[in-house]
């Protein structure tokens, strides 16, 4: 008996799934942080099972143009950049720190407070360094993109390279969850770079 009442239950249970899978795909689907909240997989073979991808990607997203597209258009969200420049090790600091907006610890409001510590102890923020020879600094970042503004997490290396300095740059998004149009991104923090050192 008790068998026979535990299989219905799981036939009823399997049934209401997949009326609710079936409404699904008649309807609109529903998107948060450009994530398709009502699109699902097949967990073992990866397939759509109650949208089409050709007419509903699962991730959208906006591009530079501010154009909704397919996510998987919007090229990698993560880069980076290396250049080499003239300009001194210790000057091309100064001048990435201060463009890119990363923060030493007399940047922080009051360095002994307890949220200073809190914000220093974050995995974002790094500032190592050894003047006249090599810094390696992380913090979070700001680029607008498209009349939006998107946090990112950011690093660098700026290495002393003769009488000048050679700058390694990456970055990623500070929230996995919001996309933007790579390839218009490394553009823009590549220019932002270029000009600091300019």
Known sequence: ???TRNAGIKHWVVAVGVVV???????DHYYSNG????????PVTGEPLNYDPSETPQQVATNAEGQT????????????VAID???DVDTAYARIKSAMGFRSANDFESPESITA????????????RTPGAYYNLGDYGRQ??????????QRVQIEKNGSGSRIHYSWAPADQRTLYDGDAMESLLTQRLNAALD
């Open 21 to 27: 899978l079936a409404g699904c795909a008649a309807q």
């Open 35 to 42: 994530v398709c909240v009502t699109c699902f997989d097949n």
């Open 1 to 3: 008996m008790r068998q």
């Open 85 to 87: 420049s003239y300009v």
């Open 69 to 80: 597209v397919d996510a998987k258009s919007l090229g990698n969200q993560s880069g980076s």
């Open 117 to 128: 510590k809190m914000q220093m102890g974050d995995v974002a923020w790094k500032h190592d």
């Open 144 to 153: 607008a993109l498209g009349g939006i503004q998107y946090s990112i997490l």
